[in-house]
Nanobody, 127 residues
Framework: QVKLVESGGDLVQPGGSLRLSCVGRGIILDNYAIGWFRQAPGKEREGISCISYSDQGTYYADTVKGRFAISREPNRVNLQMNNLKPEDTAIYYC??????????????????????WGQGTQVTVSS
């Protein structure tokens, strides 16, 4: 059974950092593009970052560019989040796209490209 597990969410003060991880169970993440999405209460789901299956492409939403960095380890994808702001408060989800690409905003704006999703991890940025 394919399962994605996100971890690393926490309560952090503005300006702080967190590192989220997405781990695959029953799935080899190396064969998948991974997208990170987030959803805040009362707001639509927002694609924030992705990495292609071959690691040749990464992309960031303007809202996180320069503050967040996506990276890959064997069967794990991390999202380093620095200089966090209260508006980053949301549930963060990772999702997979088999042998997918990540060459532009299309892959953040079209979540239906992704076929498996994790349960999410809560990030709260507050003083």
């Amino acid at each position: 059974q394919v399962k994605l597990v996100e971890s690393g969410g926490d309560l952090v003060q503005p300006g702080g950092s967190l590192r989220l991880s997405c781990v695959g169970r029953g799935i080899i993440l190396d064969n998948y593009a991974i997208g990170w999405f987030r959803q805040a209460p009362g707001k639509e789901r927002e694609g924030i970052s992705c990495i292609s299956y071959s690691d040749q492409g990464t992309y960031y939403a303007d809202t996180v560019k320069g503050r967040f960095a996506i990276s890959r380890e064997p069967n794990r994808v991390n999202l380093q989040m620095n200089n966090l702001k209260p508006e980053d408060t949301a549930i963060y989800y990772c999702a997979t796209d088999y042998f997918g690409d990540c060459s532009g905003s299309y892959y953040l704006k079209n979540p239906y490209e992704y076929d498996s999703w994790g349960q999410g991890t809560q990030v709260t940025v507050s003083s």
